[in-house]
C-alpha cells in the first residue's frame, strides 16, 4: 500500500500524480518515507502517553491509596467489630493477653476511633503488668466514649497497682458521683483503703460491695482480715 507524501491521499501505486492534491510522484520512496514519518511520529506520540502515565502515577501515593481503599472496604464489612468480637472472647474466656493486643489493633487500622478497641486494650495490658500503657489506652477510650464507664474503673484498678492510691480513689469517686451503686467502684475503695491500713473505711465499702454482690475471694479474704484487726482494736 502506498500513499501520498504530500497529503497522504491512499494511492493504487501506478499513480505519477496524487489524485488528491496534484502533486507529481517521481519516486517510490517519496510515499515509503511518508509512512516512515507517521510511523515515527505515532510513535512519539506513545512515548509521550507513556510518560505522562508514569508522571501521573509518581504524582501519586500509591500506599496510601490501597491502603484506605483496603480500609474502607474492611470498615464497610463491619471487620472492625469481627475483630472486636474476637479480642472480647479471647479476654474474657482464654487470658490471651497478646492476641487480644493484636487484635484490638487490627481493628483500630480499620477504624481508630473505635472506643472498645482502646477499651480491651487498656486491660489486656493491666493483665500484663504494663500499667502506664493501660492507663493511656483506657482514656483514650473515655475520651471517644465518656459514658464508659467501665474505662474509668480500670483507670481506677490500673493507677492502684501502679501505686497511685490517691488518684486511684479519686477516679473510684467520680464513679460513685455517677452510680453510687457501682460494685466495681466500691470494691475498687475498699481494696484501695485496705492497702493504706485504713481497715475502718476497707471494712465499710466491703460491706457496701457485698450487698451488691458477693465480693471476690481475694477481697473476701482483705475483708475478713479487716474485720479480725477491728476485733483487735
Sequence with gaps: MKFCYECGYKLEGYEKVCP???KELKHPEDTE???ESILNQFLDDME???????EFIDEMDIDDVFDDFSRNSKKAL????VYINRARKKLENSGDNQRVLYLCNKALLVDEFNW??????GRALINLGRYDEAIEELINSLALNENNIGAR???AKASGLNGDLDYALKVYDSILNIDDKY?????????IY???KNYSDAEKFFKKANEISPLSDYANYKWDFCLKKLKEE
Excluded at 463491619?78 to 467489630?81: C, E, L
Excluded at 460494685?183 to 481494696?191: N, P, R, S, T, W
Design 183 to 191: 460494685f466495681e467502684a466500691l470494691q475498687g475503695k475498699a481494696l
Design 153 to 155: 474503673a480500670y483507670i
Design 33 to 35: 518515507y511518508f509512512i
Design 194 to 196: 485496705f492497702n493504706q
Design 116 to 121: 472498645e478497641a482502646y477499651y480491651l486494650k
Design 48 to 54: 509521550q502517553l507513556k510518560n505522562n502515565a508514569i
Design 78 to 81: 463491619n471487620k472492625d467489630a
Design 20 to 22: 488528491e492534491c496534484g
